[in-house]
């Protein structure tokens, strides 16, 4: 063909994109350029599927520049397109400015326009602008119904997602296949299963994706035995599960923990061939990692999988993180990487999670260098991850740099610094993020507050901790467990037991966490007996003791002397396995029996108890030893502690004081010379608060509790 004209060119365009060759397409667009032949409205509509489909934002402007220039652009054909394109490279404010430059009554305008809104999550202003839409008079087809379903979806709006599915029978909307499985998704998500079925049953036509949608709604709402019985109903259909719909029953499997169902669905998977399927595989990856220490099985999974995609890899980084397992998630973040596959913020954040797990400050810094180089370091979730790393490294600089360079800021960037900070004893800095939430406008929510009450009761600061209060009762968030917790810890730490008590009797349904603040709040101010008896009536009300409560339970014998009783409670829940001892609780035991006099008692419990002892146990004994001045067995305790640790200077302490009690100044000296001479006095002592009238005044404690 000698010449072609646009008729031939606009053809060929068109065949290409028909074909899936885009990039072949747009190289056709250019040499139709400069052949001299002007493209007509087909051929731009053919080069804007082509971007597009690409995802090509860069090119995708050219061309509409060169719509502009060429006076296309009151075509709402192509305007629509290149919303569309926008919509698809994730820029729906520019996909939102040509919409507003239209002014158009297009549907097909305002549907794709909804569903840029909808696909990056924007629900709230999809709905406004579905409600626009229909003041101004534009009809909805079923595609804008299914997206607007949607957004009801993701927002779990159930009064609005049936005002939509009235308003579609109130208009004679025929209800087909498209719109049957978004209703059917919306009721699902929103819990509302029976709703879910009943839509479904509606229709005589019988789809692979409406029974997918029902599987994997009753699994979403943990009705793991309906989900099976919907798929066993699917099959006798004569239709055949695919891969999501097994995903579905798997993934279900995993929020309910039933694994051997699980193994059960694992084996009808390999039967019919899809055990190599991304999707199952990823699902029976996450099944095995959250119903066990199913490392080896996640593991062969994984390698099953013939293309495993950054869903694969993260589930697998992240797995390895929650089982402590540090270094293999960062090797296989390594072997992620020389795959090939891009991190997604969902792997940088598990990854991130395990320089806490290693404690590793370099393996940090690499990674937030890596994330800076994948311009990633805006991204909200990984942001919050670093934050919540940098500050649980003790990197506190180094976390608020992080805050300080970030666009934007949410609850959980200031709840997992002020976390970090209260954990590490930095209690007043934790208060202080109160002040930058505020310049942010930023609303606390139950666990922020729960956090600042926790700090606020540290530095025994009862005016923070009342206005903290009123501001949960003016935002409703005092019906929160964790506030109301957190106002029976912060309360019975401020000594104020009438607060307490009434803290915790307005507590709607008190867990295991309200009675054991309650005990302990009680205990801390000598109220040993109504400590016990709370005790008593936890029990009673059919909560579950804890490793907290029997800790609670100890420490209240300890301050009553009731040594037996201690010793009683300590054997009782242990062989009733209502709690099992851990390293902390046998601590709390020595210390009881040692402040009683009961020294051999304490040193037998151990020589015998299942745990290598620490430091502590030590230092717990050697404290006993000075308060009834058994110089030789205190020797012989801190000798066994500072083989532990050498350099903690509360052995020293202590030893100077039990020789000075015993009125042996030579030996006091040797401790004070030796404290001096390792140079393990500290300039920054640790601070502690008390209130007094208006003011937190600040008084410098020693590290570790020694009576005087």
């Excluded at 909805?140 to 997206?147: C, F």
């Excluded at 998500?189 to 005589?204: E, Y």
């Excluded at 299942?610 to 205190?634: E, S, V």
Aim: charge should be negative; proline fraction near 2%; charged fraction near 20%.
């Amino acid at each position: 063909m000698p010449h072609r004209d646009v008729v031939s060119w606009s053809g060929l365009l068109s065949a290409y994109v028909k074909d899936g060759c885009y990039e072949e397409a747009l190289e056709l667009f250019d040499l139709m350029k400069v052949s001299g032949e002007c493209p007509n409205e087909f051929t731009l509509s053919s080069v804007i599927r082509a971007c597009s489909a690409l995802r090509d934002f860069i090119q995708g402007t050219k061309v509409q520049a060169y719509v502009i220039k060429n006076g296309f652009d009151s075509n709402p054909v192509l305007t629509s397109s290149f919303i569309d394109l926008y919509s698809k490279c994730e820029c729906s404010e520019e996909a939102y400015k040509i919409f507003v430059n239209m002014q158009s009554d297009d549907t097909v305008s305002w549907t794709t326009m909804i569903s840029s809104f909808v696909q990056e999550g924007s629900w709230i202003t999809a709905l406004k602008l579905f409600i626009s839409m229909i003041k101004r008079g534009v009809l909805p087809n079923e595609y804008t119904y299914a997206k607007i379903l949607s957004a009801c979806s993701g927002l779990i709006f159930i009064n609005y997602g049936k005002l939509v599915h009235a308003r579609m029978v109130v208009w004679g909307v025929k209800l087909n296949l498209v719109l049957k499985t978004a209703l059917a998704d919306m009721y699902a998500k929103c819990q509302r299963m029976q709703d879910a079925v009943k839509v479904s049953n509606q229709t005589p036509e019988q789809d692979t994706v409406l029974w997918t949608t029902l599987v994997s709604g009753f699994c979403q709402n943990m009705e793991i035995e309906k989900a099976i019985d919907a798929l066993q109903q699917m099959m006798a259909c004569g239709i055949t599960p695919n891969n999501y719909a097994y995903a579905g029953i798997l993934n279900g499997c995993s929020s309910t923990l039933t694994l051997q169902l699980g193994k059960q669905v694992h084996t009808r998977v390999i039967k019919i061939g899809l055990e190599n399927d991304v999707s199952v595989g990823n699902a029976l990856i996450d099944m095995y990692l959250k119903c066990s220490d199913g490392i080896r099985d996640a593991c062969q999974v994984f390698e099953g999988i013939r293309s495993p995609n950054v869903i694969s890899w993260t589930s697998l980084i992240a797995g390895f993180a929650e089982h402590g397992i540090g270094y293999e998630s960062f090797q296989a973040f390594q072997n992620m990487l020389l795959a090939g596959i891009t991190p997604n913020s969902f792997t940088l954040s598990s990854v991130l999670q395990t320089c806490g797990i290693i404690k590793s400050a370099n393996h940090a810094r690499r990674l937030h260098g890596f994330i800076i180089k994948l311009n990633i370091g805006d991204d909200l979730v990984v942001a919050n991850a670093l934050v919540g790393t940098y500050a649980g490294l003790r990197m506190v600089d180094d976390a608020w740099h992080v805050v300080g360079k970030m666009s934007h800021r949410d609850v959980v960037t200031y709840t997992n610094i002020a976390t970090r900070l209260n954990q590490l004893g930095f209690h007043e800095l934790a208060l202080k993020v109160i002040n930058h939430m505020q310049e942010d406008k930023i609303e606390m929510d139950g666990f922020t507050l729960s956090t600042f009450l926790s700090a606020s009761a540290s530095l025994g600061a009862m005016p923070q901790g009342k206005q903290l209060q009123c501001y949960a009762i003016k935002s409703g968030l005092n019906g929160w467990i964790s506030v109301s917790n957190g106002l029976i810890a912060f309360y019975g730490k401020c000594g104020s037991i009438d607060d307490t008590k009434r803290a915790f009797e307005e507590t709607r349904e008190p867990d295991v966490v309200s009675w054991n603040s309650m005990i302990f709040g009680l205990a801390v101010s000598g109220h040993v007996s109504s400590a016990l008896s709370a005790f008593e009536d936890m029990t009673l009300s059919g909560t579950r003791p804890d490793s907290t409560t029997l800790l609670a339970v100890l420490f209240t014998c300890r301050h009553g002397g009731l040594v037996d009783l201690g010793l009683e409670y300590f054997h009782s829940m242990r062989e009733t396995n209502l709690a099992v001892p851990e390293l902390e609780h046998y601590v709390s035991l020595v210390d009881l029996l040692g402040r009683a006099g009961r020294l051999q008692d304490a040193v037998a419990i151990i020589e015998t108890m299942p745990f290598r002892p620490d430091a502590l146990i030590y230092k717990t004994m050697l404290n006993a030893c000075k308060i009834h001045g058994n110089i030789t067995l205190g020797e012989d305790m801190a000798s066994r502690g500072l083989e532990l640790e050498p350099c903690n200077p509360a052995f020293y302490l202590l030893l100077a004081d039990m020789y000075a009690n015993a009125g042996l100044s030579d030996l006091q000296e040797k401790a004070c010379k030796m404290l001096k001479e390792r140079s393990l006095i500290r300039k920054d002592s640790g601070n502690s608060w008390m209130e007094t009238s208006t003011k937190v005044p600040t008084f410098i404690a020693a590290d570790v509790l020694v009576d005087r």
